[in-house]
Every structure is written in structure tokens, then in C-alpha cells.
């Protein structure tokens, strides 16, 4: 049973910075795609970023040029790098499979808060 754990969060002003990380309990991560999802209250879960085990990267349109995802496959974890945070960036973010299509038991997942 794959285990996820997304240390990191926390609050921060707006216009500042945040490192997520995502760490399994196996070495998993060099053979899957995975991606940073988040969560805002009341809304759906939402795509953020995702790389590929070529390392090939993804995000989504409204955190384009502000975030970037990263993997080191020998530590077993995937990083999400967030710059000039915005309110609305405001979620619990979750990594998990990229595509979502048969997800690996969601972690708890770790809440962002942007504000001031």
C-alpha cells in the first residue's frame, strides 16, 4: 500500500515563496508520472503541476511561471517550488498519479495559506 506525505505548508504573505514536498513510503516515484493537486474550500479538487519520469513538466494555466515541480528519484520525493503566491493559491495540496486515473491513496495532504 503506497503512503504519501505532503510536508511543507504553511502561511505565507502574498508575493511569497513556499517549497511542498511529497514523499512515498516506496520507490515508486521513478516509475510514475506524478503531480501537485490542490483543493480550495468549497471547490473541486484542481490539476497544479505534473512531471513525468523523463522529467518533462506540466502546470496548469494559473500558476504557470510562478511555480515548478521537481523529482529526485533517489530521495523517493517530488517538489513543488511556489513563488509569488496569491491568495487564491490558497489550498491543501495533495500529490498523487499523474493522470488521475487509478490514484494512489490520497495523503492528508498539506494546507498553503496565502495571506496577509
Known amino acids: 500500500q503506497v503512503q504519501l506525505v505532503e510536508p511543507g505548508g504553511g502561511l505565507v504573505q502574498p508575493g511569497g515563496s513556499l517549497r511542498l514536498s511529497c514523499a512515498a513510503s516506496g520507490p515508486i516515484f521513478s516509475l510514475y508520472a506524478v503531480g501537485w493537486y490542490r483543493q480550495a474550500p468549497g471547490k473541486q479538487r484542481e490539476f497544479v503541476a505534473a512531471i513525468t519520469t523523463g522529467g518533462n513538466t506540466n502546470y496548469a494555466d494559473s500558476v504557470k511561471g510562478r511555480f515548478t515541480i521537481s523529482r529526485d528519484n533517489v530521495k523517493n520525493t517530488v517538489y513543488l517550488q511556489m513563488r509569488s503566491l496569491k491568495p487564491e493559491d490558497t489550498a491543501v495540496y495533495y500529490c498523487?498519479?499523474?493522470?488521475?486515473?487509478?490514484?494512489?491513496?490520497w495523503g492528508q495532504g498539506t494546507q498553503v495559506t496565502v495571506s496577509s
Open positions: 498523487n498519479k499523474f493522470p488521475i486515473t487509478s490514484p494512489w491513496p
